[in-house]
């Protein structure tokens, strides 16, 4: 963790997206059909009831670890996705359920408005790389077996738990001057040297 916090200047636009979501059979196919303009490379970071799906979407085409380590890793299913991540430097689109029912918005930067943000990096589990499979990572982490597959590929070993997701934090501020959290999304998936 930085020993001072950097900030930046940058503020939050947030914007509700409507997406088809009648007769959602194959979120992997739903996913691949969107415009989602965020650019070529875009990470997927999934909570389902029965657990995490990390994926890569390029080219139109989703890749996902339930594909490649279907044993540790749920597929997308609009019947258990509780929420979804998908996610770059330029921007994020996420994705819940609420009252059954999902819902979207597109988070990015306002580069028309004063405002200021910070970064966070967070340490995921991982220090043993067990198998390395169409770009994807198998790590595990500690006696307890904590395994996720991560759509890096990563071929070494590490000693401590260098693999950070970065988190970008938006400030505002209320009536006082206050500062708090307005908004917050998901910015960056790597291995930090």
């Known amino acids: 963790m930085d020993k001072y916090l950097q900030l930046e200047k940058?503020?939050?636009?947030?914007?509700?997206?409507?997406?088809?979501?009648?007769?959602?059979?194959?979120?992997?196919?739903?996913?691949?059909?969107?415009?989602?303009?965020?650019?070529e490379k875009v990470m997927l970071l999934a909570f389902s009831d029965d657990g995490?799906?990390?994926?890569?979407?390029?080219?139109?085409?989703?890749?996902?670890?339930?594909?490649?380590?279907p044993e540790i890793s749920p597929?997308?299913?609009?019947?258990?996705?509780?929420?979804?991540?998908?996610?770059?430097e330029n921007g994020e689109c996420r994705i819940w359920r609420k009252d059954g029912e999902l819902e979207a918005v597109f988070i990015q930067e306002d580069t028309g408005e004063d405002g200021e943000s910070f970064d966070q990096s967070y340490a995921l589990w991982g220090t043993q790389v067990e198998a390395e499979k169409g770009g994807f990572s198998l790590l595990s982490d500690g006696r307890q077996g904590l395994r996720h597959a991560?759509?890096?590929?990563?071929?070494?070993?590490?000693?401590?738990r260098s693999l950070r997701l970065t988190v970008r934090y938006f400030l505002a501020y209320d009536q006082a001057g206050q500062a708090y959290i307005s908004a917050s999304r998901l910015v960056d998936l790597k291995e930090e040297k």
């Open 150 to 160: 991560i759509p890096l590929k990563i071929s070494h070993n590490f000693k401590s």
């Open 10 to 39: 940058a503020s939050v636009k947030i914007t509700p997206k409507s997406f088809a979501w009648k007769n959602l059979d194959d979120l992997k196919a739903w996913f691949t059909a969107q415009e989602i303009p965020l650019g």
């Open 75 to 88: 597929d997308l299913d609009p019947q258990t996705l509780q929420t979804a991540h998908l996610f770059n």
């Open 52 to 69: 995490v799906t990390w994926g890569i979407l390029e080219n139109k085409a989703l890749k996902t670890s339930a594909e490649q380590f």
